[in-house]
């Protein structure tokens, strides 16, 4: 039919319906008793739009029509507060980018049909963002996310509060330097995991490094009153919880965002542990630490993090608009994208607690690919087969309808049915995929959607990166929320760290075995958050003797070359003459000589004579 004709659903009822099933017409305009329907011109829009409903909408058992009111117009009216999505007051309108607005469809207006998803040209192709790599030291990496000035913020913070608790009477000022031993020492002590803290110290278990590095009581007094902010500029009406540690975490987020995101992206829930009195403490099921303080983190597949959310109930930073047109799932996931927009080819994943219909509406028109579980009655009771019903089936089976804006939902049966919903994907090319049957004991071929490896494939990534946290976490026994939330940003950004070394290192063709692994990779940045810039106490006091001590020859087992953040920082490298030790090989590379003097800090031997000073070029850069 090359003209559109206008019925009236009364009188011609019948010849509508005998057209549809025969598959004479695919697009029907309906009116009321006009014969056409007048074109509305809008005040504040050019645009025109025409409703269309009917044909698209099949369930099991009948074909449902809609039927459109007469008082439903395309006028769009400033003054207007109805809830409907085909005016303008239900274009969600972005704070930060003022261009941004969401066309949304109403659960009542939302037509199922049993289709594959038109595949559409809209969605670009991914593009990798290519920078020129350099591999660079654990502790310039860790630098970026927590960088000098926020030490010296803390200990300024920390001294004041000192003073304002007065609990400590002789508490000595702290230094950047001295926060920083702090911090490293935390790290060793999340990677070995001593039963008590205490231990450290023991003598019998002779860790060097931390007698000769802070004394017990002072790593207790200084770590007692560590804050990153002023009590007293706290505002009075402040209902922001996570004001004492915001300087961290905006510094840990500012990297974050600076980071190019990769193709694959994954959001989920991610937990601060935390088993004490906090008002906004939460508990997630299925979690392996399931108390604590929640967090909406944006993952690679890496399980690079790119952007999170700490939720602190009401009082989160939820935008408004968004919040009141999406609720609060898909307003995360909607948040957590605004930092990929700009880019183009991305693919989000998400499970059931995120996914919605006018979700996937917005993403598609962001020109994001976006899939994940869902929750059917999200879905304006879209006409899947009942899940008794589709277990009947055998497994592998899978179904798939699509809507009038190209949103497909797909029910595939595996041990148990479960939905899938995107705005680009839908069953696609099916593959086999072998599963174990525990009532025929061994492993079956079955089918399996495309979605639901393309879902598979990309979702793991916060849970990757809570894996990589749970290794070497470092351990808090306290009843301060604020000590367990700095030093979980402390493992964050090691975990950071540490993936952008590997990304470098891989990017650079380093060979897998010369690629520090996590273990490593903080050993190395706790030993040099310790010795960087540590003053060296001199224990011998008084006038030295005239005498010698009577001290055994003993030979050195070997020597360990220092971190070059250590050899190169400029600061405490005292010579040490070694009387009645065997002369040992000179570090300096370009000597062959042999010496007794040793760098005290650096603790490798060096020349230091009339002809050779090898102590001052192995110190220079």
């Known amino acids: 039919m090359s003209k559109k004709q206008y019925f009236n659903m009364e009188q011609d009822a019948d010849a509508i319906l005998e057209m549809l099933m025969n598959g004479e017409v695919s697009d029907l305009d309906f009116s009321s008793d006009e014969e056409t329907v007048p074109e509305v011109q809008s005040s504040c829009t050019s645009r025109e739009k025409k409703v269309r409903v009917g044909a698209d909408k099949i369930n099991r058992e009948e074909t449902d029509y809609q039927i459109m009111p007469n008082n439903e117009s395309d006028v769009c009216n400033d003054n207007d507060n109805n809830n409907s999505d085909i005016q303008e007051s239900d274009l969600v309108t972005n704070n930060e980018i003022s261009d941004l607005k969401y066309i949304l469809?109403?659960?009542?207006?939302?037509?199922?049909?049993?289709?594959?998803?038109?595949?559409?040209?809209?969605?670009?192709?991914?593009?990798?963002?290519?920078?020129?790599?350099?591999?660079?030291?654990?502790?310039?990496?860790?630098?970026?996310y927590i960088p000098d000035d926020l030490f010296c913020t803390m200990a300024d913070m920390t001294n004041i509060y000192a003073l304002q608790s007065g609990e400590i009477s002789n508490f000595k000022q702290t230094t950047p330097a001295e926060l920083k031993t702090l911090f490293g020492l935390h790290i060793i002590m999340g990677t070995l995991k001593f039963p008590r803290v205490r231990m450290f110290w023991d003598t019998t278990l002779k860790m060097q490094l931390f007698l000769d590095s802070m004394s017990r009581d002072r790593f207790f007094q200084v770590r007692t009153n560590l804050h990153l902010v002023n009590n007293m500029d706290i505002p009075a009406d402040n209902k922001d919880r996570f004001y004492k540690v915001w300087p961290i975490y905006t510094a840990l987020r500012n990297r974050c965002l600076e980071l190019p995101a990769e193709e694959e992206l994954a959001v989920d829930e991610a937990m601060i542990p935390f088993t004490g009195r906090l008002s906004v403490k939460q508990y997630v099921k299925g979690k392996p630490t399931p108390w604590g303080i929640k967090m909406y983190m944006l993952c690679g597949k890496s399980g690079q993090a790119y952007d999170f959310i700490l939720y602190q109930g009401a009082s989160t930073e939820f935008q408004e608009s968004l919040l009141k047109a999406f609720g609060q799932g898909p307003t995360v996931v909607l948040q957590l994208a605004q930092r990929i927009k700009q880019e183009m080819g991305h693919k989000i994943y998400s499970d059931n607690f995120f996914s919605s219909y006018k979700l996937f509406q917005a993403l598609k028109q962001e020109n994001i690919c976006a899939a994940g579980t869902v929750r059917v009655n999200r879905f304006a009771n879209p006409p899947l087969m009942p899940d008794k019903e589709a277990l009947k089936k055998e497994r592998g089976f899978s179904e798939e309808i699509c809507s009038t804006d190209d949103i497909t939902?797909?029910?595939?049966?595996?041990?148990?049915?479960?939905?899938?919903?995107?705005?680009?994907?839908?069953?696609?090319?099916?593959?086999?995929?072998?599963?174990?049957?525990?009532?025929?004991?061994?492993?079956?071929?079955?089918?399996?959607?495309e979605i639901v490896k393309l879902y598979n494939h990309g979702m793991g990534g916060v849970d990757l990166f809570d894996q990589l946290m749970s290794y070497y976490r470092i351990f808090i026994k306290s009843k301060k929320w604020t000590l367990r939330a700095i030093f979980h940003a402390v493992d964050f950004a090691v975990v950071q760290s540490w993936l952008e070394y590997r990304t470098s290192a891989r990017e650079i063709g380093l060979p897998t075995k010369k690629i520090m692994d996590l273990l490593h990779f903080r050993i190395r940045l706790a030993d040099v958050l310790v010795l960087s810039g540590k003053d060296i106490p001199n224990k011998k006091r008084g006038r030295p003797s005239a005498t010698p001590p009577d001290t055994p020859v003993q030979r050195l087992r070997g020597e360990t070359r220092p971190p070059e953040e250590i050899q190169y920082d400029g600061a405490q490298h005292w010579p040490l003459h070694e009387n009645g030790a065997l002369p040992t090989r000179c570090k300096f590379p370009e000597c062959k000589g042999r010496s007794r003097v040793k760098c005290e800090k650096c603790n490798v031997r060096l020349c230091l004579s009339k002809e050779k000073n090898c102590f001052r070029s192995f110190h220079l850069n």
């Open 105 to 144: 469809s109403e659960k009542k207006d939302i037509k199922w049909r049993h289709r594959p998803i038109s595949i559409l040209d809209s969605y670009s192709e991914w593009e990798q963002h290519i920078e020129d790599q350099e591999l660079l030291s654990p502790s310039t990496y860790f630098s970026k």
């Open 409 to 449: 939902l797909v029910k595939w049966v595996d041990n148990k049915t479960v939905v899938l919903g995107s705005n680009f994907i839908g069953k696609g090319e099916t593959d086999k995929v072998e599963c174990w049957d525990k009532k025929q004991n061994k492993y079956v071929t079955i089918n399996r959607p």
